[in-house]
Each structure stands twice: as C-alpha cells, then as structure tokens.
C-alpha cells in the first residue's frame, strides 16, 4: 500500500502492522470482546489482542469457525486466552442471550470491540423485521453495549484500569440518505439503496459512540468511547457489491489495506 507508507508523528503509517504498532503493550489482566471475530478486521484485532496477552472472548455467529480461528491461534500463540460464544446481531434475543451468559460467567471486561458487520445487502428484513444492515451494524452492538455497560464500569473500578469501547464504523457514514438517518422509513424497501443504507448504520454507529462518550464524561466513568474508520480494508465485507469488490482486485496493492495493518 505505498500510498500511505509516509510515517506521522507517531512513527507510525498506513503500512504499518497491528503487530508493530503494539509492540511492548502488555495485555495481562485486560478481558476483550471483538464481534465478528472470525475472518477479516475481526480475526485480525483477537489474534493481535491475544499475542498481547488479553482474554478475548469472540463474539460470533459460527461456532464451527469461529473453532477452527481458536486452534490455529492457539498454534500460533501457545499462551493465548481465546474463547468463543454465539452471538447474532440481527437477532435481539441472541444479543440478550449472549449478555444474560457474559454476565453469568463472572467474567470482567475491560474492552469492548463492536466490529462485526455487513455491508450492501439485498434489501431484507431481520428475525426482528429491522432492516438487516440497520439491525446488523447498529441496533445489535447498540443493544449489547448497554446490556455490558455495567459490567464494565464495575471492571474499571476495581481493576484501576480505563475500559474502552470501539465501534467500527465508515467514512460512509458521510454517505448516507439525504436525510441521515431514514428514521420513518428504515424498514421501507421503497427507496431502499444498498450503499446509502450502510452508510446509516455507520452514521448510527458513529452517533452512538459519541453520545455515549458524552454520558461516561458527565458520570466521571473511566470508560472512552470511540468510533473508528479503519480505511478500506480487503476483506469478504465487499461479496455483497461486485463493483467494490472489482476496486479492491484492482487497485488493492496501491490504496487497500491488508488486515494486518487495519489497527494502525
């Protein structure tokens, strides 16, 4: 990606590696949740987390795959904490279920990763009859997120320790309906564009991180919240948008990001 390789101030560039950019962190003690943690970004940021020596527990719809990621990191990283629970974001009473079992395991959390997601679907409907990129992207971290919510700040007190909360998003989210956010008609498929639907969700994921960061400021909780655009990365989130993917088989090795560099 030689667009990009001209290092900032920090010492670091577009090029640079998850791996080198965490070089020396030492992660003992910290518990992360990354969602859609079994390919791409998601993949990527719980390998990275676990050489660093985090417990990260991976969010994820297929437990057979999500399997098979585990065993290879723990191959590559024969001191790596990884585990694995199920968790569907189109569905509320599977991110109910996932939350209700977090809990129940005692476990603290000190970083929350709300990564997973799709992008230009086919118009369709979620198990909730949400939009499926709105229910997917937004409606499930932001229902997450809230039902963990206590559970971190109990975590960052007693461990002395900032939690943190990342919510993937896009700089799509500046391309969504004219509107913004089609809050009258999320679930209209009159209208509906696959691209400009995405960037709803995005913007939604963008809004909700900055005003939970309002709120945890104003409660004096050591907890951030940021939202993220982690550049276009080459990953399967193209497979719904064949021009995008055609882009990315292009000009990939000149302004595409591998994996490995996306949390730079």
Known sequence: MWLFSRKGSSGFSGNSTAE????????????????????????????????????????????????EIKEAMARDIPSAKIDAMELDLSSMASVRKFASEYKSSGLPLNLLINNAGIMATPFMLSKDKFELQFATNHLGHFLLTNLLLERMKKTAVESNREGRI???????????????????????????????????????????????????????????????????????????????????????????????????
């Open 166 to 264: 990342v919510n993937v998003s896009s700089r799509r989210h500046q391309l969504s309906y004219p509107e913004g956010i089609r809050f009258d008609n999320i679930n209209d498929p009159s209208g509906y564009s696959s691209l400009p639907a995405y960037g709803q969700s995005k913007l939604a994921n963008v809004l909700h991180a900055n005003e939970l960061a309002r709120h945890l400021k104003e409660e004096g909780v050591e907890i951030t919240a940021n939202s993220v655009h982690p550049g276009v990365v080459d990953t399967d989130i193209f497979r719904h948008h064949k021009l995008f993917r055609g882009l990315v088989n292009l000009v990939g090795r000149c302004i595409v990001k591998s994996v490995q560099q996306v949390l730079a």
């Open 20 to 67: 080198e950019v965490t070089a020396g962190i030492n992660g003992d003690g910290l518990t992360a949740i990354v969602t859609g943690a079994t390919s791409g970004i998601g993949a990527e940021t719980a390998r990275v987390l676990a050489l660093r020596g985090v417990h990260v527990i991976m969010g994820v719809r297929n437990m057979a795959a999500a399997m």
